[in-house]
């Protein structure tokens, strides 16, 4: 079993709608959190990096991390078109980052 | 500015073929990363240089690998003797400090490897 569990979808929402992805993890060691996005042929892009459990908003984009539960949650409100790509979380101990496998997101215009 | 590149992008090679992946990241930046990321799946991580030093390279899947990084900016993944299973996008990333905890890391856009 893998260290960090995310559903691959793919996930296809209209335009406007909100964005529910979410991963669950195993190593109780882990303390940092991130969201990545990664469009076709590009690297990774920090989306929204989180410490502590709880909700970090950025704009759009709403982070929720629950270390009780290892369960970690990323929302996209009002979802754009420009939002389509595949979104990876990552966390880690130290430096080495253990990533899921990615949700592919579509959103239809 | 410029982010973090990747040379060549896109890489066939024969079975049994060495391969060298050459990775730039950004200037000043001291702690670099190397991922290997399959068809389908999230990165894994493979080594770390801080500086010149290699730090960490537990995650190279065999004695086939190895990344070198001389003089502390540019960084080499050399592949001897690829097979098939070598096939997958090549991630390199830089961040600028050796807090590497909480310091993002920066990808560059990958080179593909695909074995024959």
């Known amino acids: 079993q893998k260290e960090v569990e995310q559903d691959p979808g793919p996930l296809s929402v209209p335009e406007g709608a909100i964005v529910s992805l979410n991963c669950t993890y195993s190593?109780?060691?882990?303390?940092?959190f991130m969201w990545y996005r990664q469009y076709s042929r590009k690297g990774p892009e920090l989306l929204m990096y989180?410490?502590?459990?709880g909700n970090k908003e950025d704009g759009r984009f709403t982070a929720q991390v629950d270390k009780s539960s290892k369960y970690i949650s990323l929302f996209i409100r009002d979802s754009q078109p420009s939002d389509s790509a595949t979104y990876l979380c990552?966390?880690?101990?130290?430096?080495?980052?253990?990533f899921g496998a990615g949700t592919t997101v579509t959103v239809r215009a | 500015g410029a982010g973090v590149s990747q040379s060549p992008r896109y890489k066939v090679a024969k079975r049994g073929q060495d391969v060298a992946l050459r990775c730039d990241p950004i200037?000043?930046?001291?702690?670099l990363f190397w991922y290997q990321q399959a068809l389908g799946q999230g990165p894994e991580f493979l080594t770390y240089?801080?500086?010149?030093?290699?730090?960490?390279k537990s995650g190279l899947p065999s004695d086939r690998f190895f990344a070198e990084r001389p003089e502390g900016s540019v960084s080499t993944l050399k592949i001897q003797r690829t097979q098939q299973e070598d096939s997958a996008v090549y991630l390199c990333?830089?961040?600028?400090?050796?807090?590497?905890?909480?310091?993002?890391?920066?990808f560059g856009p990958g080179t593909r490897l695909t074995v024959l």
């Open positions: 200037s000043g930046h001291v702690s």
């Open positions: 990552a966390m880690s101990v130290n430096y080495k980052l253990s």
């Open positions: 990333a830089s961040s600028s400090s050796t807090e590497t905890s909480t310091d993002t890391q920066y």
């Open positions: 190593n109780s060691a882990f303390q940092y």
């Open positions: 989180t410490y502590s459990s």
């Open positions: 240089f801080q500086n010149e030093a290699q730090l960490d």
